[in-house]
């Protein structure tokens, strides 16, 4: 009896040890050695602002960063049903990054970023629009957190 309470506790003792161990990604913004101080956005504004708004700016950063952002978007209907009406549509975003340091002018990044998606079609218009903006959400994040760490990979 005395021999399982000893395994038990010292079973929840390593628990409470390690929960504690401080453990945070070094990805974070915390940890950020970058701010993006400026940005030039062509093509779809709405797009790219979308982008730009992913990145704050961040006060004492080391390396203060200027932004050209090409946004792209095509929409394509990828099935249709058989009277022609579209049953599924695919959403293809683009970004053209340039990324340059602000004092310097010197290019530290040139890469495009592309990712798809898609979504089935509602009976409701606005149904299919709400699941389009939350598509084109999802992918703007997820290309966001793609530059964020392409950018604390070069600056580390």
Do not use: W
């Not at 050695?33 to 979308?50: A, C, P, T, Y």
Request: charged share 25%; glycine share 4%.
């Amino acid at each position: 009896m005395l021999n399982k309470f000893i395994k038990i506790l010292t079973l929840l003792s390593l628990f409470f040890i390690f929960q504690g161990c401080g453990y945070q990604p070094l990805l974070s913004e915390k940890y950020q050695k970058f701010s993006v101080n400026n940005f030039n956005i062509e093509g779809d504004k709405k797009l790219g602002q979308s982008l730009a708004n992913s990145f704050s700016k961040i006060k004492n950063a080391e390396n203060n960063l200027f932004f050209i952002i090409n946004a792209k978007k095509e929409k394509k209907v990828s099935n249709r049903s058989s009277a022609g009406k579209p049953l599924e549509y695919n959403i293809l975003i683009n970004f053209n990054l340039i990324v340059k340091t602000e004092n310097s002018d010197l290019e530290v990044l040139n890469q495009n970023f592309s990712q798809n998606g898609t979504f089935k079609s509602s009976k409701l218009h606005i149904d299919t629009i709400n699941k389009e903006k939350k598509i084109v959400d999802n992918i703007v994040k997820n290309i966001a957190e793609r530059i964020s760490n392409r950018l604390n990979l070069i600056y580390k």
